[in-house]
């Protein structure tokens, strides 16, 4: 069993707080990205939710009713929904990199420099894991500097759990019941949901053209 870096912060080894297992030293550098089943979800659920907006548009001649101020074409529709996609998919582009210096969360190039750049925390400034309750009920964890600043742990990766542990064993952090921020058959069940209402678009675009 391999000791934790002498910079970083070690749980207490008293009997009311005895310190965890170290996780086995796992090769590094290692990447991480959101998991295909989140991406493949997540996609198909923002078309669901989108594609019939210019359809309708056209079909109830919104673009040219004087009574809708501003008035919107389907052809703006269109071009807005692909920025939305476009976006979307460098949201989901996240990576993590785990290196012998640190933990790197970074995105594309471009998105980068249009919407979040990213962060880089060293080991051994990570001085705790402080766990957050979301307003939906979930647990999220943040990364504590030395210097105070909070640093959202990267929960939808693929790998989780590994990442957990090569985390821990860098950092000799309690990590234990850290768990994903959701579970795979939640995003199973929400993909059925978006591959129903695509097929409920389908159905109210072709019933819109034979109208």
Sequence with gaps: MSSPPPNS??????????????????????TYRISILIRLTLVLLYGALTLPLPFLTQVNGAANDPSISPSISPSTLWV???????????ALSEQ????????RVTYPVWFRWLI?????????????LKPKTTGQGGLVYYF????GEGYLLPMRV???????KQVQGQTGLDMRDVR????????????????????????????LHQA
């Design 9 to 30: 912060i070690a749980p207490s080894s008293s009997a009311a707080d005895p310190q965890p297992p170290i996780a086995p030293e796992l090769p590094l550098p290692k």
């Design 80 to 90: 807005g929904l692909a920025i939305g996609l476009v976006l979307l998919w460098g």
């Design 96 to 103: 993590v990199e785990l290196t012998t210096e640190g933990i």
């Design 116 to 128: 979040r750049k990213g962060w880089f925390l060293p080991w051994s400034d990570i001085q705790a």
């Design 144 to 147: 504590l500097s030395r210097s």
């Design 158 to 164: 693929a790998g989780f759990s590994r990442l957990v």
């Design 180 to 207: 994903p921020l959701a579970q795979p058959w939640m995003y199973i069940a929400l993909l059925g949901c978006a591959l129903l209402l695509l097929l409920c678009d389908v159905w109210v675009i072709a019933t």
